[in-house]
């Protein structure tokens, strides 16, 4: 198991919501970034503007793992609300710093960790005549003090501090005295640094931190979207910021000033969906980000566009459900939902991502997938993946990418046409060819809902309106030879263990992975990419006696979709589920894996 | 059945638009409406409209929602792009159609159900973006497909065919768009042909969102005695405000009527809108004042028609939105596509 060690360790903030703690976390996190270390952050946080509880989470990994440990060991508890439970999570060992403005009783019932108290709040109210500034230097303060004990470099922080304030030179120096208060008082009274520290090294070159969401949004732009619709709603909000940024920057006439895209903000998600399926009926790339809830409002919709085969990108930040649930917490709930959504016989092409870079990749190839198979396509994050930074390889981009846009008849190929027909297969591939309004009167022919036959006409009639939906499937079908591959790592050695994950399991269960073969017990593993699945996930659990499916979410839902999917024996797959809300950590995965595999071993 | 082909028959000397084409070229598959319902005489005036304006119909989107009235897109121009979509929600994919591409005359087709109900909302929202399109709703006070259910627009005590009378007050959607913000905001019948193509005509030709609200009686459920929808209710309590004519950038405008009843509006293509005040008092220009004339006339259960409001000056969506001219869907990718080194650059900020 892991530290806490150089390089190796967990810092965890307990702050209150709208104190501006979030950019003295960020900053910390991006020193260590800074630094060389390869570092995670894990933002949780509540459902609620000011006042209620939130932490973050930076791990320290020098070995670059990216996903959580599922360990403390440095508690910032900078609230006071929520004291007890912070020193209650910290690891043994483990050191608590907290605001020794206020005197906290209850430390005595800790005597395996660490205690240091620094008058934060004091020596801020020392310094600083603003109350509201207060505040802020406090937090500041605090990112002094750590840095002070894990041996932050001072001048990396200085660096970050100046391009922040690069505009407001004023704020470069009131922020640096407020970490040198921290920074200088934790000296002063503490052995510093601590036993587990950072020490810089060469690990985050080329690299990047960013979070899912902006990495899709720009996707999006690169792919050549300009149409995007969307209800506002956590956690996918942050998606539709992005594009709004990156259009505003990057897709602008120069001359005219003129826009080359459209977002409409919509009255809820079933506007939302309609709008981008207009759009992308009259031939726009268009997309809406949306969370589990919308999907739910939006499925209607969703089924239409799957009938009338229009290419639309739908993406998922899943959120804590069922219902409202909790808004702000991740979780991998929408795998069935988004795979089959609709009434009547609808199944979908979904793209899982685990990391921005592939959010970026994925994006594109999701609106590429839209248009060849001329269907809705799901791209499914999470909130974990969408609004937290990741680091990742710095995001790249092939000039030669030419947009996949399907069977789009111009008006050249339709006057060579004896006549045409919306939904014949002309090709025998299961695809076929789409006119755009407007092209020419030959191309006209009428989108409808109720059933219609290869010539888009209305029909009633049993054969032609199983033509249309068993070519449908046919179509879905062939779509498993286009979509993202899954990823497989083999184990050293042979193995009667598989496990298979999905999106952001991916960093816990590969870790796990890793530190399970060290110990002597090789599994292999496959991450899945796509859905439908391609032959490799089937021929995958084939190979393997026992196959854990680990997951978030609380019905095992990746793992009966492989049920429903393949030829898989119900008895092979042993669901390991995660769905606190909070991300999943490597120890969770460690923890399931062992105790059947051990059970194994006694039997 | 909604989808029998018409054969198509031209005649000797058949009278051509300016396209060289007849008014067969603008006409859809056979209706399988109830004989005498109210919709296939709207159906009649907007193939008339269209034909009129010369309109390339495949350069035209015609979009409805569900009902029997949305089911009647498919029984007009045939070389149309046509949608037939989702229960009240036909607003939503007209505005994301004519956000990729706003050179195509729309015509959204719904019903009193579909816009009034289920469709309240989007319709609504259509209205305060002011899409550019004009919205047809052929309101009867039931629900025909389902067979007869009374809707939202029928009137408070209106009778049914079997039951007891209406106990719920109608939404007016002349009255609701005068309040959202519609800019082109009429009422019609659908007995009354040459009122419904010179509006259908003005509301295409209107830059933003325009509404027809086009009493359109259901034979079949809504045409009894003490229905306030009826034939005969209608003819008896009809009521012309101000007749509109579109005239087109080459034509003059002849003033016919004494000074301060005709009303040149101009338009954004250099035609105009002639309004015709048959109630001299009235003035359509003014938001406040046609909705207190139009809730005066409804205490007097009079059913006023005409081109009741309308404001050419509002942004449609395509300027809000700050679009450029030319379509979405015509930019080609190169110039969508920032390249790898602007790519590059902008990742500084996540390092």
Redesign the interface.
Known sequence: MSGPGLNDFVIKIGTVNGTGSASANGLLMKSI??MGIPVVGKNVFPSNIQGLPTWYEIRVSGDGHAGRSGEVHMMVAMNQATYDQDLAELATGGVLLYDSTWPRPQLENRPDVTVIGVPLMKMCNEVVKAARSRILMKNMAYVGAVAALVDIDLAVIRSLIEETFAAKAKLIDSNMVAVKLGYDYVKSHYDCPLRFRVAALDKTKG????DGNTAAS?GC??A?A??G?WYPITPSTSLMDGFVK?CK???V?EE?????????Q???E???????????????R?FTPTSGPGISLMS??IG?AYYTEIPVVFFDIQRTGPSTGMPTRTQQCDIQTTAYASHGDTKHIVLYPSDPNECFDFAVRSFDLAERFQTPVFFLSDIDLGMNDWMVD??????N???DRGKVVTKDDLDKMESFSRYLDVDGDHIPYR???????K????????GHNAHA????LGHEYQEIVDRLLAKWESAKTAVPAPIVQKAAGSTRYGMIAIGTSDAAATEARTRLEADGMPVDYMRVRAFPFTDEVEAFIADHEEVFVVEQNRDAQLLNLLLTETNAAREKLIPVLHYSGEPLNYRFVCDALMKRIKLRKIA | ???F?KPKIRRHNEPLNELGLARVDYEGNMSTLCAGCGHDSVTAAIVRAFYELSI????A?K?SGIGCSSKT??YFM?????????HG?M???????????N??PTIGISGDGDSLSIGL??M??AMR?NVNMLYMLENNGVYGLTKGQFSASADLGSLPKKGDPNEFPAIDPVAFALSVGATFIARSFSGDRKQLVSLIKAGLKHKGFAIIDVISPCVSFNDHKGSTKSYAHTYEFYSKAVHADYIAPSQEIVAAYDEGEVMPVELHDGGYIQLRKLDADYDPTDRGAAFNRVMDSERKNEILTGLLFIDEKQPDLHET?????RP??E?P?T??????D???A??AE??
């Open positions: 970034f800074r690299k990047v931190m960013i720009l732009v690169y050549g300009t149409f619709a990156y920057k990057l897709r006439h005219s000033g003129k826009n080359k895209f459209c977002i409409i919509a009255e809820d079933l506007a939302a969906a309609g709008l981008i399926i207009g759009a992308a009926w009259n031939g726009a268009a209607e919709w239409f710095e995001l790249t981009w092939d000039d990418y030419v947009p006119s755009l309004p407007g092209t020419d009167p191309g006209a022919y009428f989108l409808r809902g109720s006409r209305y029909t009633e | 059945m909604t989808s082909l390339p119909p495949h350069r989107l979009i897109t498919s045939n070389d149309s792009h046509g949608a037939n979509t989702v929600r607003p939503s994919f007209a505005t994301g159609a004519l956000s990729a591409n050179d195509l909302g989007q609504a929202h973006r939105q700050n679009m450029e001219a979405l869907n930019i990718y110039e969508l596509n920032p390249g790898a602007a790519l590059s902008l990742q996540f390092r």
